[in-house]
């Protein structure tokens, strides 16, 4: 089993940059693979990036490319979140997930909330106008 702990959000100018962190607990870290969901107030949780296990491979939503980056530090059992250009719709409760996959599947990412096997408690991103 693993504990996740979102860290890093705040409020932000459109433009501007946030570096979100997910500290994991667990000694299993590396066969998980991990990602980033968020969810604004009337809407779905969605998917934002996940990486694999392995760390060697990222996927991104669409609405995010080019300007968020995911990382995972298998030492450290955590996984970052860099967002960069912020916009107002950005603005979200965002939650680190991650996916145990036992052996195997090293360049996986998973991009499906009902994927997950494990939460933090999320952490909140507001950007002003």
């Known amino acids: 089993q693993v504990q996740l702990a979102e860290s890093g959000g705040g409020l932000v100018q459109a433009g501007g940059s946030l570096r979100l962190s997910c500290a994991a607990s667990g000694r299993t870290f590396s066969s998980y693979a991990m990602g980033w969901f968020r969810q604004a107030p009337g809407k779905e949780r969605e998917f934002v990036a996940a990486i694999s296990r392995s760390g060697g491979a990222t996927s991104y939503a669409d609405f995010v490319k080019g300007r968020f980056i995911i990382s995972k530090d298998n030492a450290k059992t955590a996984v970052y979140l860099q967002m960069n250009s912020l916009k107002p719709e950005d603005t979200a409760v965002y939650y680190c997930?991650?996916?145990?996959?036992?052996?195997?599947?090293?360049?996986?990412?998973?991009?499906?909330?009902?994927?997950?096997?494990?939460w933090g408690q999320g952490t909140q991103v507001t950007v002003s106008s």
């Open positions: 997930a991650a996916k145990n996959l036992y052996s195997g599947a090293y360049y996986y990412t998973p991009r499906s909330v009902n994927e997950y096997d494990y």
